[in-house]
């Protein structure tokens, strides 16, 4: 059997992702090089105690959502 391409495996993530009912897709934008946890995880803002959005903070605030 032949290997599946990396884009088929996105499109069938993708396909199946949609099948399951996934949440809305939130977009962060990470402004801060330095690591920082997300002050309120689930708020729908990624933001530190200090108002920047850390890769950390993006990741613990879409776990979340």
């Known amino acids: 059997m032949k290997q599946a391409t990396?884009?088929?495996k996105i499109l069938w993530g993708t396909l199946l992702t949609g099948f399951m009912g996934a949440a809305s897709?939130?977009?962060f934008t990470v402004d801060q090089v330095f690591d920082g946890v997300d002050a309120n995880p689930g708020d729908g803002?990624?933001?530190t105690v200090g108002g920047n959005c850390t890769l950390r903070a993006a990741v613990m605030?879409?776990?979340a959502l």
Do not use: R, V
Request: glycine fraction near 0%; include cysteine.
């Open 6 to 8: 990396t884009i088929q």
């Open 25 to 27: 897709a939130a977009d």
């Open 45 to 47: 803002t990624c933001a």
């Open 61 to 63: 605030e879409t776990n």
